[in-house]
């Protein structure tokens, strides 16, 4: 029995260059205490400008001077009213905010967005896909990609920090949070997110050009599983777990590079991460040697003695989380702060080397961001902003990312000439398509942003012709209520549309919503839209269920009446154009589920259970059935044509665990058009000393082949991916068997 390394870290970063750490440290030797504590502190544009005559926001020189001179106030942080403003805007904005921070304080001000998907806070910027769409492509190629657009189209308007990508495992379809991530797999968030941060940053991180610009990891640790479901509350999670699976990915992450981590608002197993020294120090700064910023969420400081009841006052709560490893403090309203953190190093409670590493750790990320020389750019110098080359790109990810589900007498694609009846809530809105983080923080303006892009309805009408396509909604949003309300007085007029069309597209799921105000009470897919596809598949005409949702909706009484079903989640702009082409045979499906796919409110279980969960039936009396069902599983998703896998094999069936592996498979394209696999390969631990997970997802691959191809797909692994976390809190790989599995095929190896 071997153990492995506790953070299983295959490349440490040494750190900063000793030329970059003279200049931070040239700079950081003639700061006063006010200073340091400045650049600790965030707050956001609002503070520094008002609301002209004609309801446009403005920078307020004497406002921003006050700021910088008063506080030394370090970074600024989000859209105005959070509401996104034009390029041109952003190009004035950052440009006077530059020129008073290096003015007033000889240090250029970081500011930060959350581009989330793409440009989220920039009027005539590329939107994306959401994170869960990415994830579901499967393709590690239009992640890194995905974040290259975005970030010259960020750097554009000279904001140099994204807070992306969220790579908390999306585990309970109940939180709302659940579309910004990669899905409920740590090895897919590990993969997804270190490419998105090579995207976002570059090859090195030391020198962060002006095409690129710096991430800020979120939420760290343990933010996607609360107990309730609910945003913002207390999760508890088995150490093992904690360590093994919700730190992979920030740990793959931080390992190329990224500049800064963002802290989970809530509490983990009884104590706030944010006031926890051993995840915020110990594992994230000591253990793995990384030198960036680890920054707090929205005012969470203020929830230490508000919420969680761990700090008296707000003073205390500052002790508190900067002595726990936390540097830089977003408020967001007021600067003040600077003041209690001062007295506090001044009576000795908060040490002024404590201090002096958060402020070095701030600058150094500007100096690797290059804004000490070239605080602000030229938007003429991007000319790609908001072009065709990203479009076409958004395009693409959003149809490797739809996941065709169910296809019951190929009634998809769909023939040329056949009249449709586009309906349901989600039929006619980009709002839908986009999701939260759009234009707005809660997606709700979406449609006055993107009106030159195509809903559902408009782009099937371009596609099959507006003769072809007829829209009746039945079922609408009250767009004036809260994101779930809604207006279902038409379902009668979308029944008698049905009498005339060949095909019915229901477009059913979520309206827009973000954080907290995303909470449910109800997992199950809202009763209107129930009724109104049971009113439809009740017409007997074929019926094909379009889900545009940010997480799966329970919808196991609905779906036997559907011949299709395509899951489409939250695809963007482009996203309409995508589902068109996928719809019409144009495109071919190859997006794959990231989460599992439940069926009941009692069955919300991952892909990776542990094996006493599974269906076994025990004799007697007692008749044990720990039974759970699933709609769909992990890894899910159809073709237009069919994939065969052989010859599964691996080069050594006995190894050791300092050896190398080497698996290969075969895989065929049967049918009779070019389609893309993914290969996704998993291995099971048949006996451990904890009871092991049922699978675990190994590595991924997606192929192109045409019909009739036959490639042949290797994974490279060591042994030492096949630990595991034990109860003791350390990595262990231990001899035995594993079955390795892929498509229909499994093997057996051992380890000695």
Known sequence: MEEVGTSRSAVIRAGASAYLEK???????????????????????????????????????????????????????????????????????MAKIQEASMRILGIPCIFGLDQNHGSTYIQGGTLFPQNINVAATFNRDLARRMAEATAYETRAVSVPWTYSPTVDLGRDPRWPRMYENFGEDCLLNAVMGREMVLGFQGENPDSIDRWHVGTSLKHYLGYGVPFSGKDRTPAYIAPAELREKHFAPFLAAINVGALSVMVNSASVNGMPVHANRELLTTWLKEETGWDGVVITDWADINNLFTREMVAHD????????????????????????????????????????????????????????????????????????????????????????MVLLKNV????????????????????????????WSYTWQGHR??????????????????????????????????????????????????????????????????????????????????????????LAATGKPLVMILNEGRPRLLADIEPMADAVVDIMLPGNYGGDALANLLAGDANFSGKLPFTYPSEINSLVNYDFKRSQESKTMAGAYDYNARVTQQWSFGYGKSYTTFKYSRLCVDKTVFHADDALMVSVDVTNTGQREGMESVLLYSSDLVASMVPDGRRLRDFVKVKLQPGETRTVSFHLKASDLAFVGYDGRWRLEPGDFIFMTGDRQLRVTLE
């Not at 200073?35 to 446009?56: F, R, S």
């Not at 040329?416 to 939260?436: D, E, I, Q, S």
């Not at 009746?472 to 994101?483: A, F, I, L, N, R």
């Open 409 to 436: 007498g190929d009634v998809l694609p769909v023939a040329k000439g056949k009249r449709l009846l586009v309906t349901g809530p989600n039929a006619n809105r980009m709002r839908c398509l986009n999701g939260g």
């Open 314 to 401: 707000k003073k205390d709560a500052l002790q508190m989380a900067i002595n726990a490893g936390i540097d830089m403090i977003m408020e967001p309203y007021r600067a003040d702060a600077c003041e209690l953190i001062i007295q506090l190093v001044k009576e000795g409670r908060i040490p002024e080397s404590r201090i002096d590493d958060a402020a070095r750790r701030v600058l150094r990320m500007k100096y690797r961001l290059g804004l000490f020389e070239h605080p602000v750019q030229r938007l003429k110098d991007y000319p790609k902003f908001g072009g065709k080359e990203f479009a076409a790109l958004a395009v693409e990810t959003a149809e490797q990312g």
């Open 446 to 535: 979406t449609d006055e942003f993107a009106s030159q892009y195509n809903t559902i309805y408009e782009a099937l009408a371009d596609k099959f012709g507006k003769d072809n396509v007829k829209l009746c909604q039945g079922v609408t949003y009250s767009e004036k209520g809260k994101y779930y309300e809604e207006d279902a007085h038409d379902i009668a007029s979308a029944v008698a549309a049905a009498q005339q069309a060949d095909i019915i597209v229901a477009c059913i799921g979520e309206n827009s919503y973000c954080e907290s105000p995303g909470n449910l009470s109800d997992l199950n897919l809202s009763f209107s839209q129930k009724e109104l596809v049971k009113a």
């Open 23 to 93: 200049r931070v440290d040239s700079t950081l030797c003639r700061l006063t205490l006010e200073e340091k504590v400045g650049q600790m502190m965030e707050v956001v544009i609002d503070v520094v400008g008002t609301t002209n005559a004609q309801g446009l926001f403005e920078i307020d020189s004497n406002k921003l001077d006050s700021l910088f001179s008063l506080y030394k106030v370090g970074s600024l942080l989000n859209a105005p009213g959070t509401v996104a403003p034009t390029a041109r805007q952003w190009e004035s904005y």
